[in-house]
């Protein structure tokens, strides 16, 4: 059974430019969310998909879009790259989007942006 | 806005060693809290949770009593492994933002043979 996947592992693009990454939920999961780790920080929730719609949005400009697929995937978009946008991006997915239910994370893209 | 405030980093101790990582956290409401672990080039992972008031999570000899009184959730282990060196984050969950979780800096673990 694969958990949660992501791709690409690794990013560089350069300021301005636009990014898409991905990530596939585990299997019977349908609520995906993403997270931006910056280096030596704790991850910062960005939105949560559920049911193709955005649910709950963390504070993030709206360069910051996403998408979920009929099949649960989900991509995060980021327009206007800046140098600060460098940071891990985690992936999370669940059954359900109940405040006890347990989150099944990746391991990540990393987003160089120079 | 809610928030969670981590013992700093890097921890270093020797094998066999007792363990306390302290988490303090700021939230209006009942939240449920949470130990993430991160090993290296792995996602985050589930340590353990608590949802209310006293209750005790634990997991893998690693234990965490959620204190109302002074808003904590400190992380214990009393006889920690080499393979405990990981990051280790301390996270909550406003039950009005489901999933919506609110991390710590987090806390770098080496475990020294």
């Known amino acids: 059974d694969a958990g949660v996947t992501q791709s690409p592992t690794h990013l560089i693009k350069t300021r301005g430019q636009q990014v898409t990454l991905r990530c596939s939920p585990k299997s019977g999961h349908d609520t995906v969310s993403w997270y931006q780790q910056a280096l030596g920080q704790g991850p910062q929730f960005i939105f949560q998909?559920?049911?193709?719609?955005?649910?709950q949005r963390g504070n993030f400009p709206d360069r910051f879009s996403g998408h979920q697929f009929p099949n649960y995937s989900s991509e995060l978009n980021v327009n206007a790259l800046l140098l600060g946008d460098s940071a891990l991006y985690l992936c999370?997915?669940?059954?359900?989007?109940?405040?006890?239910?347990?989150?099944?994370f990746g391991s990540g893209t990393q987003l160089s942006v120079l | 806005g809610d928030s969670v405030t981590q013992m700093e980093g890097p921890v270093t101790l020797s094998e066999e060693a007792f363990l306390t990582i302290n988490c303090t956290y700021t939230?209006?409401?009942?939240?449920?809290l949470f130990w993430y672990v991160q090993y290296p080039g792995e996602g985050l992972q589930l340590l353990l949770k608590a949802t209310k008031a006293d209750d005790k999570g634990s997991n893998k000899g690693f234990e965490a009593t959620y204190r109302k009184e002074t808003t904590s959730f400190h992380l214990e282990k009393g006889s920690v492994q080499v393979s405990d060196s990981a990051v280790y984050f301390c996270a909550l969950s406003d039950r009005q933002g489901a999933q919506k979780l609110v991390f710590g800096q987090g806390t770098r673990l080496t475990i020294n043979p």
């Open positions: 998909y559920y049911e193709e719609e955005e649910r």
């Open positions: 999370a997915s669940s059954y359900g989007r109940g405040a006890n239910e347990k989150l099944f």
């Open positions: 939230a209006t409401g009942y939240p449920s």
